[in-house]
Each structure stands twice: as C-alpha cells, then as structure tokens.
C-alpha cells in the first residue's frame, strides 16, 4: 500500500515507523507550543496524506508522552478521512501538574492506516436476542 504524502513545509519530518512490525507511525510537530496543565492545543505537524481507498488514518497517543508527562492526544482516535487532504494537526492535552512543551520535530502522536468497511443500514422492527441483551455500563461484573 502507497501512503502519499505532501509537505507544507520545509522543517515538517515525513511520519515513519519506529521498528518493523510496528502498527504506528510516529508523527511529529513543525512548531514550538505550550500546554499549561489543564490545556488542549492544536499541533501543526506541515503535512497531509493521500489515503488508498476505503481506508482511514488513526491519530493516537504516544505511550511515553501519557506515562512521563500525562500529555494525549485529546479526541482519541483522532480519524482522518479518506478524502481529506488538509494539513494533519494533532489535539493534545495536557492532563499532567506542570506546563509541557511542544518542540520542531518532536514525537507528539502516531498514526495508523486502518481498513474501512461500509454497511449498509436497515432499518427494522427487532434486533436479534442474546446472552448480553440490553446490559450496559458495568454489566458484565466488576472482575
């Protein structure tokens, strides 16, 4: 499968797997922010993707930013649609007690290339029965 993608500008890094086998990619900001505790920003990243078709990128949080800063990405997954060619821009937030910096070429998210499948909706009467039912929030137990 062929990701493209564009640069808008000369500093953004092209997104890039870790490690072979890696599901991610990271991603990386293209500009210095501050994220007092408490506060979202928007993370300019200078580059956009041509997606294959029926499928979507996922925006999601680095590991290491959650556990050592409490910093994530905010609307986690973040999805990016087939035909969007904009710019990637990544919400952060800043869970954590201390202001946290953003900084050029910067790990701030990874992105995943996820198949998309289409259904088609019917509308009906009755939905199939099952074990589970109409059980909700904490019905399976606390165990």
Aim: no cysteine.
């Amino acid at each position: 499968m062929e990701l493209r993608i564009k640069r808008h500008s000369d500093s953004a890094i092209l997104p890039q797997y870790a490690h072979p086998g890696d599901a991610g990619m990271d991603l990386y900001a293209i500009e210095t922010v501050t994220l007092p505790p408490g506060a979202a920003a928007l993370i300019k990243t200078g580059i956009s993707i041509e997606l294959p078709p029926n499928t979507e990128a996922q925006i999601r949080p680095r590991s290491g930013l959650a556990l050592h800063h409490a910093v994530t990405v905010l609307n986690t997954p973040g999805t990016i649609d087939e035909g969007y060619r904009g710019e990637i821009g990544v919400i952060l937030i800043n869970h954590g007690q201390a202001p946290f910096q953003v900084t050029p070429a910067m790990r701030i998210a990874q992105m995943v290339i996820t198949p998309v499948i289409y259904a088609e909706i019917a509308e009906v009467e009755t939905l199939t029965s099952t074990n589970r039912g109409q059980g909700g929030f904490g019905s399976t137990g606390h165990s």
